[in-house]
């Protein structure tokens, strides 16, 4: 199933408002997904994934219950849009030389679209880690030589991010065709259906519908 990366963005930002981000969080989610999909990377199956094993948690369970030391969550992962989104806004922390460490963290691939923007905004060079991944990240590119299994792994004991003198060599390439799973679009719809209020006779009444009156 072929779409745009726009209409990617669009969803991914629906899907996330309706699992309970905010609207400002379920746009960084949308930009995040967009980012990996860019890049030939399952952003798609990623985002379900944290919306599914968050669904129902409240977002302070998910969120680093400190930033000094390694970042842990009282629900044992991290959420990596929140994760992202924090480290985003210390990237001159991180070009400063200070190492950042994670606890446990679902999808850490996420992490890397918010290192992107850090990246771009700092004018540094970052790099990803966990296992045995290795993500150098620098503006609008990356490289790395794990393969897609290890890049994608459900979740990481420990990520390490930091920024490096190296420059990307052999950067991943973007693609231009965006083709999605039709299994994870239409489980996404779902959860951007819960955005949309439910019908009442108020608003049929209201315009939204023939109400009273039917012209056929």
């Known amino acids: 199933m072929n779409v745009s990366f726009n209409e990617v963005e669009v969803l991914s930002k629906r899907a996330a408002r309706g699992a309970g981000l905010s609207w400002g969080m ?11 999909m860019a890049h030939g990377l399952p952003g798609l199956k990623i985002l379900l994934d944290i919306l599914e094993h968050n669904d129902g948690l409240a977002g302070e369970n998910t969120i680093p219950v400190s930033t000094d030391g390694a970042w842990r969550a009282p629900a044992g992962n991290l959420c990596p849009l929140t994760a992202g989104t924090i480290l985003c806004d210390r990237a001159r922390e991180i070009t400063d030389k200070h190492d950042i460490n994670l606890g446990s963290v679902l999808q850490p691939l996420a992490l890397a679209p918010f290192l992107a923007t850090a990246a771009r905004i ?6 990803l880690t966990w296992g ?3 993500m150098v990240i620098e503006g ?20 390490r991010c930091r920024r490096v003198e190296q420059v990307v060599a052999d950067p ?6 965006c083709k999605v799973d039709k299994d994870a679009w239409a489980r996404l719809n779902d959860y951007s259906h819960r955005t949309f209020a439910p019908a009442s006779e108020a608003s049929r009444l209201a315009g939204a519908g023939a109400g009273l009156t039917d012209n056929d």
């Not at 379920?26 to 990996?36: D, F, M, N, Q, S």
């Not at 609008?140 to 990520?159: C, D, K, M, P, Q």
């Open 140 to 159: 609008r590119e990356f490289s790395t030589t794990a393969a897609n299994t290890y890049l994608t792994s459900h979740h990481a004991e420990s990520v």
């Open 122 to 127: 700092s004018g540094g060079v970052f790099e």
């Open 132 to 134: 045995d991944v290795v």
């Open 172 to 177: 991943v390439k973007r693609v231009t065709n």
């Open 26 to 36: 379920a746009e960084e989610a949308g930009k995040a997904t967009r980012w990996l």
